[in-house]
């Protein structure tokens, strides 16, 4: 049941999405004709290291998500002895607080700074592993429900200023491709192996510990990653958007002068 009425979430995402209008930039792009015929090829190309970035700074995003939402459901159950129902319940309060937390973070980013907003998060993620684990392993269910809310918390930090952060990092031409790569990438490394890494933690070393020190180590990727990425410069963005395409467009190639040959050389 649950999946046959998730088509209706497919509707309601479709319907959104054709409501949307494009960005003024992209729009003047396709009214120019400089849309680029191959973008996801020149994207890899002209912005490798940006994509790689993109992907990397999500590990302290992505990672311990699917741990705080999705591995502690059987952890919960099979190691501590709650029912599925109370660990749902709680993680259902922490996912309601995140309605409010990732509009308001991704708002303080834009008073704060991307970068900067995202760092935080990261940090926090990179603190809160082992003490989220010490709080679970305690049973006492008050600490295990507010380990549960708190866990989301550093998660909404990043995911606010986020979707900003990867796009200001590709230029127009090449922006929707680039940050599509980059977003889906940490999805095949980060997020989806991360339960199946966790379990394998937990049965390999039979504590939960090391778990908790794969979250750090995802926060120390994220604020590496997050510092190697350029700046976000809106001000470019704003001065992309104010440029003619003329201005816009490579610079040709220059001819050779009348009356004097090119000679290749060596």
């Given at each position: 049941m649950p999946f046959l009425l998730s088509l209706l979430l497919v509707g309601v995402g479709l319907w959104v999405?054709?409501?949307?209008?494009?960005?003024?930039?992209?729009?003047?792009?396709?009214?120019?004709?400089t849309v680029?015929?191959?973008?996801?090829?020149?994207?890899?190309?002209?912005?490798?290291?940006?994509?790689?970035?993109?992907?990397?700074?999500?590990m302290s995003?992505?990672?311990?998500?699917?741990?705080?939402?999705?591995?502690?459901?059987?952890?919960?159950?099979?190691?501590?002895?709650?029912?599925?129902?109370?660990?749902?319940?709680?993680?259902m309060v922490a996912a309601a607080l995140s309605l409010f937390n990732v509009p308001f973070f991704g708002h303080l980013s834009d008073k704060i700074g991307r970068k900067r907003m995202y760092m935080i998060g990261a940090a926090a993620t990179m603190?809160?592993?082992v003490p989220y684990f010490l709080m679970l392993d305690s049973k006492v269910g008050v600490l295990v429900v507010l380990a549960i809310v708190i866990s989301l918390i550093p998660h909404d930090m990043q995911?606010?200023?986020?979707?900003?952060?990867?796009?200001?990092?590709?230029?127009?031409?090449r922006?929707?491709?680039?940050?599509?790569?980059?977003?889906?990438?940490?999805?095949?490394?980060a997020g989806g192996p991360a339960p199946l890494l966790a379990t394998w933690l937990l049965h390999r070393y039979n504590s939960s510990?090391?778990?908790?020190?794969?979250?750090?180590?995802?926060?120390?990727?994220?604020?590496?990653a997050t510092a190697l990425l350029p700046e976000p410069n809106r001000t470019q963005v704003a001065r992309e958007f104010e440029q003619g395409p003329a201005e816009r467009a490579p610079a040709p190639a220059l001819a050779p002068a009348p009356g004097r040959v090119t000679v290749p050389t060596r």
């Open positions: 999405r054709l409501s949307v209008i494009e960005s003024p930039l992209f729009a003047r792009e396709v009214e120019d004709e680029a015929r191959q973008p996801i090829v020149e994207v890899i190309k002209r912005n490798p290291r940006e994509i790689i970035l993109s992907a990397l700074l999500r995003e992505q990672a311990p998500f699917y741990i705080f939402t999705a591995f502690v459901l059987a952890y919960g159950t099979d190691e501590l002895g709650f029912s599925k129902g109370f660990l749902t319940n709680a993680v603190v809160i592993g995911y606010g200023p986020q979707a900003a952060l990867i796009a200001e990092s590709f230029p127009t031409r922006r929707y491709s680039g940050a599509g790569l980059g977003y889906q990438l940490a999805s095949v490394f510990l090391p778990i908790g020190i794969y979250i750090a180590a995802c926060g120390v990727v994220t604020l590496i």
